[in-house]
């Protein structure tokens, strides 16, 4: 790895481009690492923030979640969107859901769902997953042996499963698809808070329609309970309810899908480890870890201070702003020996940080985890030979990023399903 950057470090923090380059990614963030773990930094268009780089400091900032708040800011925005968010909903918080409360507020939030989602009910939904997962590879037989596996698989797959989760129909699976990409594309990237705020207008009309028909019609599934849920006896907002929906039906799969391409990716460019995996399947819960310490789909969060403390040595000030940078705590070689290798038997694979740490830790880890656990497994067993068709592109967004495009090509193995 080259020990000089061109460019102003604060610039490359925020560029969206250095998100769509991992080599690019690396080389600031190991800079970081080693010079300067807590960077002070002021990019021209963005309010200024301190960037967390080391794994050690970006888990005690996600610990100490009394002196680190969610609230007010979450992600990188730049001052004119934040602007624009203003004067277009009344606020600087762009939705009041999970990822933006705190104690006492999100524990009781989160505590609607938290059972859902644990690992011991998901595997309820194994089956419908695993017949996903049938299906999926299906098409991929059919496609005859080749495709854009990021836009023609991974993009599909965890879609279908949030919407098992939140029990929308598969006729409306390309609307979902299409709202949540145009929200995270937006959050950090090219089409700004205009495209975001779009996207948000359209999945409340959505889900508004949802919260009626489960009042009447009530199931299992998530959706029932966000429609029908209450807090201290008394129904949940309008508002909280609509942003729970939305990050539910957003969060889980754009992420989940990178950690899909991704992972596939890796496998590709390391034959010895797509080999490794393939004469001990037993290995996939380690490789899945694996995948997502690699590809850490989430770019950052953010916290803001509470009270004067230090972080890393440096003197943080009560309301500054901390940027937790997640793929770059993932590459750490204090917890992670020999970082930049991928190995789908890492002993400390399950170190990382990817889904975050703590009291916010991603609701949907036990789900990301089975639905890919399940995928590859099919995956595995009815393909060979899996080989790069064409050159690989990925999403230039600071916030979620991952392939937008995988060409390649396999063969299907003689024996079928
Ligand atoms: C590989 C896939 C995924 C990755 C990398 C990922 C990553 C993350 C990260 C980094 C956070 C913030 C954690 C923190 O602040 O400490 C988060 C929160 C969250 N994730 Fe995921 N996620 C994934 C899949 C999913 C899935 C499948 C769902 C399904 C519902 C989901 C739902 C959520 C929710 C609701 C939160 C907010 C939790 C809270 O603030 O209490 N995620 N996720």
Request: glycine content about 8%.
């Amino acid at each position: 790895m080259s020990d000089t950057l061109s460019g102003n470090i604060d610039e490359i923090i925020v560029d969206p481009k250095t998100y769509g380059d991992e080599h690019s990614y690396h080389r600031a963030f190991d800079r970081l690492r080693r010079d300067d773990p807590v960077h002070w930094t002021e990019p021209k268009d963005y309010r200024p923030f301190w960037a967390v780089t080391r794994h050690a400091d970006i888990m005690a900032v996600e610990l100490n979640a009394k002196n680190f708040l969610n609230d007010p800011r979450q992600f990188l925005v730049t001052r004119a969107d934040e602007d624009l968010l203003l004067e277009q909903t009344g606020s600087h918080k762009f939705a009041h859901n999970l990822v933006a409360m705190d104690d006492p507020e999100h524990r009781a939030f989160r505590s609607l769902t938290s059972a859902w989602f644990g690992a011991k009910s998901i595997r309820g939904l194994e089956e419908e997953i695993a017949a996903l997962a049938r299906e999926t590879v299906d098409r991929m037989v059919e496609m005859g042996g080749s495709c854009d596996f990021a836009a023609e698989i991974a993009a599909w797959f965890p879609l279908r499963t949030i919407m098992i989760v939140l029990g929308v129909p598969r006729e409306d699976e390309p609307l979902m698809l299409h709202l949540s990409q145009k929200l995270f594309g937006s959050v950090g990237g090219v089409d700004g808070m205009a495209g975001m705020v779009d996207a948000f207008n359209a999945f409340n009309d959505y889900f508004g329609k949802v919260t009626e028909d489960r009042r009447r019609n009530p199931r299992g599934d998530v959706a029932t309970i966000l429609a029908t849920a209450t807090i201290d006896g008394e129904p949940i907002g309008e508002a909280e309810r609509n942003a729970y929906y939305l990050i539910v039906a957003a969060a889980g799969h754009d992420t989940t899908s990178s950690s899909i391409s991704g992972g596939l990716l890796a496998l590709i460019q390391n034959p010895d480890q797509m080999a490794k995996l393939r004469a001990d399947p037993a290995l996939i819960g380690t490789a899945v870890d694996e995948f997502i310490r690699w590809t850490s789909p989430v770019k950052h969060f953010f916290r803001t201070a509470v009270a004067d403390c230090e972080v890393g040595g440096k003197q943080i000030r009560a309301g500054d702003n901390l940027m937790m940078c997640y793929p770059s705590g993932n590459r750490d070689a204090s917890v992670f020996d020999d970082p930049y290798a991928f190995r789908v038997d890492r002993p400390d694979a399950r170190k990382h940080l990817s889904f975050g740490y703590g009291p916010h830790l991603c609701l949907g880890n036990a789900l990301a985890k089975l639905e890919i656990r399940i995928l590859f497994t099919e995956m595995l067993r009815r393909i060979d030979d899996f080989e790069l068709a064409g050159d690989p592109a990925w999403v230039e967004a600071s916030f979620v990023s991952g392939l937008k495009h995988l060409p390649i090509r396999y063969k299907v193995r003689e024996t079928g399903a």
